[in-house]
């Protein structure tokens, strides 16, 4: 996700570099430079500047993704930190704590065989990750990149249990 | 799939002044063609007041080929030639048997053909026809010259149907301004007239294929949220299920009774739109039968397809993390949203009336209107629309490596790095799919090619950094670098189901010079005449580099040569492009090696222009 030599995203937007953002001021600057870069905005000029602006427009994207979502924005603050999360590319191991809770929710799901059971473990986990973010963004805050670090994985992990959860959930409800 | 740096260098839509620009809804069953201009928005009609221009092409056996209305009548009219687009050989195999359509069975690989009497044609050739034909009908209604045009597909139209698309634009003589989603162009549409801001859902229902998008309109700004659907779902299939009933309640037709048998059958379906009952005639197997046929039997044969529609569209809505009472009206768009089974079930969905003030054939192709006006004349509204489906690349054991996410805005880039796993390793393969599965037999397959000419290194020195860009109409664009000595390569990307652009080259010519000339005779002709070229230069590459060859492979070569001259002497075109596909087919590996010869040889201290410019001289 991260381009290398790039600008700073936060720059880019104009916007504090901070956990915490203003969303409505996020989109509205995502639009701003979209009117300014989106290829349909450049159609009469010339073939040099048309594929520079489309570059850019492809880096807008890229930078609203991130700073949009979350994780995403957690682990490109750490980024920019000179943390990376990711164990194989060097990064913080997961602790054994979340190793255990991961196993354990897996077990829960994989038990869970009726449409409501899933549902209810769902709703369960979208609260925890409701809870991870107030979490993370409190660490941030305090400057205790340590504890947001061990945070993100904790939501890398909720995010991916999530889609695992809601795939089930749309088997259950095709078959 | 092209390369991004091949584009003319430019090419620009202002130099055209004067001639005009329109919106194109192509669809499966009809067409239509748009104006927008200051303001004012229109869809064309013929002389009879029509506005829906019946997707059907009939060529026949004096030349002249027939489009629209005119060749319905017509015996062998190809139909529904959009649910062909991009597809390859291997696709239609699954749904061969169900297509009223003679797909020619001489050609093994690459993207489907149709048998018409004598001549053998790609999709991309027969929707061009449509495409002329509508050109001409705008043309007639501006007094002017139309040369360029928004064309919209279905949001889930993948890559290759997207360039078929294209492809097809150009041959009818028209510069695609851009590729817009129907869905987007229909919210477009609707929400300037309306004003509306907020979150809105666009189903769309066709003739062949299915869309639903969720789109937030605010301040002159439409961005689609996320968007799924189905390319192979729409009022074709209602169709056939009350074909087949009629065929269990009386027997296995004729094969000449089949296409009347559809085309009751859709005027059963149209009729009860609106009503309760229909009373009509139909005739099986030389038999006439008087029948009735009521809404509710109808229901149950289209509701497993209904009920589809339904759950993608939940699907999408909760990929997108838009929660059901954000959602402030849905727009229904297509023929077969007129079914009130379709109105129910989405009302039950959405828990809301669908809303009643849109014409739901028109809204598609008024919205692409509008688009080609902002393109050309500048305008204050934006569009951000994302990518269907997720692209990848195919890793270890056949698994597929997702690159750019479905749903994710474009224009999108992704930049990844490969490195070599063994000593003086000098080329790689790269595999790029589209789709949502996890293995690569599960995906569509785009391309596949190889990076070659990697400066020799020891194992993971070099470096590559391939870098993947979707353009603003959802089409992927790909460049490679080799980072560590900074050699730039240009990659040829065969598209697996597209058309090279030497084919299109010589479709245009063959189209202008259609109408005068004798076309079976000169193609016949030309035919031969690239049967000769492929022979001399094949057997020239021979003369240069013998010492590639494998005694195996020259000899290979060598017989493919003879069976070809022979054919040459015959007069069936078929075949001598037949056989000059396989020539090409053996070959191809030799052809290879000596394209990574020309690299080795003159990647030291060259520049890449000079790397062209050897192979240039090498192949000609």
């Known amino acids: 996700m991260i381009i290398e030599n790039q600008e700073n995203y936060f720059d880019l937007f104009g916007i504090a570099s901070s956990f915490i953002i203003d969303e409505k001021m996020l989109e509205k600057k995502y639009f701003e430079l979209q009117k300014q870069y989106h290829p349909d905005r450049l159609m009469g000029k010339d073939y040099e500047e048309r594929i520079t602006a489309l570059y850019k427009a492809a880096i807008i994207n890229d930078a609203y993704k991130i700073?949009?979502?979350?994780?995403?924005?957690?682990?490109?603050?750490?980024?920019?930190?000179?943390?990376?999360?990711?164990?194989?590319?060097?990064?913080?191991?997961?602790?054994?704590?979340?190793?255990?809770?991961?196993?354990?929710?897996?077990?829960?799901?994989?038990?869970?065989?009726?449409?409501?059971?899933?549902?209810?473990?769902?709703?369960?986990?979208?609260?925890?990750?409701?809870?991870?973010?107030?979490?993370?963004?409190?660490?941030?805050?305090?400057?205790?990149?340590?504890?947001?670090?061990?945070?993100?994985?904790?939501?890398?992990?909720?995010?991916?249990?999530?889609?695992?959860?809601?795939?089930?959930?749309?088997?259950?409800?095709?078959s | 799939m092209k390369l991004l740096d091949i584009h003319e260098p430019g090419e620009s839509p202002l130099p055209h002044e004067g001639a005009a620009s329109v919106g194109i809804d192509l669809g499966t069953t009809n067409s239509l063609v748009a104006i927008s201009n200051n303001g004012v928005r229109e869809v064309v009609c013929d002389d009879n007041g029509n506005s829906l221009f019946a997707s059907v092409v009939a060529y026949k056996k004096n030349g002249e080929v027939l489009v629209g209305?005119?060749?319905?009548?017509?015996?062998?009219?190809?139909?529904?030639?959009?649910?062909?687009?991009?597809?390859?050989?291997?696709?239609?195999?699954?749904?061969?048997?169900?297509?009223?359509?003679?797909?020619?069975?001489?050609?093994?690989?690459?993207?489907?053909?149709?048998?018409?009497?004598?001549?053998?044609?790609?999709?991309?050739?027969?929707?061009?026809?449509?495409?002329?034909?509508?050109?001409?009908?705008?043309?007639?209604?501006?007094?002017?010259?139309?040369?360029?045009?928004?064309?919209?597909?279905?949001?889930?139209?993948?890559?290759?149907?997207?360039?078929?698309?294209?492809?097809?634009?150009?041959?009818?003589?028209?510069?695609?301004?851009?590729?817009?989603?129907?869905?987007?162009?229909?919210?477009?549409?609707?929400?300037?007239?309306?004003?509306?801001?907020?979150?809105?859902?666009?189903?769309?229902?066709?003739?062949?294929?299915?869309?639903?998008?969720?789109?937030?309109?605010?301040?002159?700004?439409?961005?689609?949220?996320?968007?799924?659907?189905?390319?192979?779902?729409?009022?074709?299939?209602?169709?056939?299920?009350?074909?087949?009933?009629?065929?269990?309640?009386?027997?296995?037709?004729?094969?000449?009774?089949?296409?009347?048998?559809?085309?009751?059958?859709?005027?059963?379906?149209?009729?009860?739109?609106?009503?309760?009952?229909?009373?009509?005639?139909?005739?099986?197997?030389?038999?006439?039968?008087?029948?009735?046929?009521?809404?509710?039997?109808?229901?149950?044969?289209?509701?497993?397809?209904?009920?589809?529609?339904?759950?993608?569209?939940?699907?999408?809505?909760?990929?997108?993390?838009?929660?059901?009472?954000?959602?402030?009206?849905?727009?229904?768009?297509?023929?077969?949203?007129?079914?009130n089974l379709v109105k129910k079930q989405v009302k039950e969905l959405l828990g809301r009336e669908p809303l009643s003030d849109v014409d739901p054939d028109k809204v598609v192709a008024i919205g692409a209107a509008i688009q080609a006006e902002a393109l050309t004349q500048g305008s204050d509204t934006l569009l951000l629309d994302v990518t269907p489906l997720s692209l990848g690349i195919e890793t270890m054991g056949g698994i597929v490596e997702t690159l750019i996410a479905r749903n994710t805005p474009i224009p999108f880039s992704h930049s990844q790095k490969f490195t070599t796993y063994a000593d003086g390793q000098t080329a790689m393969k790269i595999h790029v799919l589209q789709g949502e599965r996890e293995m690569v037999d599960q995906c569509r397959s785009l391309a596949e090619f190889e990076l070659t000419g990697i400066p020799s290194m020891p194992s993971g020195t070099a470096i590559i950094e391939v870098t993947f860009t979707i353009d603003a109409d959802g089409l992927l664009t790909v460049s490679a670098r080799e980072t560590k000595t900074g050699h730039e390569q240009k990659i040829e990307v065969k598209p697996s189901y597209g058309l090279p652009p030497e084919k299109i080259e010589t479709m245009l010519k063959e189209s202008m010079e259609h109408a005068k000339e004798d076309i079976l005779r000169k193609l016949l002709a030309q035919s031969k005449i690239d049967a000769n070229i492929a022979i001399n230069s094949v057997k020239s590459a021979m003369k240069k580099d013998f010492h590639l060859l494998e005694e195996r492979e020259k000899a290979a070569i060598e017989k493919q040569i003879d069976v070809l001259q022979k054919k040459i002497e015959g007069n069936d075109r078929d075949s001598i492009d037949y056989e000059v596909t396989i020539l090409e087919k053996f070959y191809s590996p030799f052809a290879e090696k000596r394209v990574n010869k020309a690299f080795c040889s003159s990647l030291q201290g060259v520049n890449i222009g000079q790397i062209e410019k050897n192979l240039r001289k090498q192949n000609s």
């Not at chain 1, 991870?132 to 205790?144: P, T």
């Not at chain 2, 004598?118 to 026809?129: F, M």
Request: charged letters at 30%; hydrophobic letters at 40%; glycine letters at 8%.
């Open chain 1, 67 to 174: 700073l949009k979502d979350p994780l995403n924005r957690s682990e490109y603050i750490l980024f920019l930190n000179g943390k990376l999360i990711n164990a194989e590319a060097g990064g913080k191991n997961p602790s054994q704590e979340l190793l255990m809770e991961a196993l354990d929710s897996r077990e829960e799901l994989a038990e869970a065989e009726t449409l409501e059971k899933i549902k209810n473990l769902e709703g369960k986990t979208i609260e925890e990750k409701k809870q991870c973010i107030e979490e993370l963004s409190n660490s941030f805050s305090e400057g205790n990149l340590e504890k947001a670090e061990d945070l993100t994985l904790r939501l890398k992990y909720l995010e991916k249990f999530l889609t695992e959860i809601k795939t089930k959930k749309q088997n259950y409800e095709t």
């Open chain 2, 69 to 339: 209305s005119k060749a319905l009548q017509e015996a062998g009219a190809i139909r529904s030639i959009k649910r062909l687009m991009g597809r390859g050989v291997e696709d239609i195999k699954k749904i061969a048997g169900e297509l009223p359509y003679a797909i020619d069975k001489k050609i093994k690989t690459g993207m489907v053909h149709i048998k018409v009497g004598e001549r053998s044609l790609t999709p991309v050739e027969i929707s061009a026809e449509i495409l002329k034909e509508l050109k001409k009908r705008a043309e007639a209604a501006l007094e002017n010259e139309v040369d360029r045009a928004v064309i919209t597909v279905p949001a889930y139209f993948d890559d290759a149907a997207r360039t078929a698309t294209k492809d097809a634009a150009k041959l009818a003589g028209l510069e695609v301004l851009r590729l817009v989603n129907e869905p987007t162009a229909a919210a477009l549409a609707y929400g300037l007239d309306n004003a509306s801001e907020g979150i809105y859902a666009v189903y769309d229902l066709g003739g062949g294929t299915f869309d639903i998008s969720l789109l937030k309109m605010e301040k002159g700004v439409f961005q689609v949220l996320a968007t799924g659907g189905d390319v192979a779902l729409g009022g074709d299939d209602f169709d056939h299920e009350i074909a087949e009933y009629f065929i269990k309640k009386y027997g296995k037709p004729e094969s000449s009774e089949i296409s009347a048998l559809l085309a009751e059958s859709r005027k059963a379906k149209e009729f009860l739109t609106e009503h309760e009952n229909w009373q009509g005639k139909i005739k099986i197997a030389g038999k006439e039968h008087k029948y009735e046929l009521n809404i509710e039997t109808l229901n149950d044969l289209v509701t497993p397809y209904i009920e589809r529609t339904i759950l993608i569209s939940k699907n999408v809505i909760e990929d997108s993390g838009v929660d059901l009472k954000e959602i402030k009206g849905v727009v229904l768009v297509g023929g077969s949203t007129r079914l």
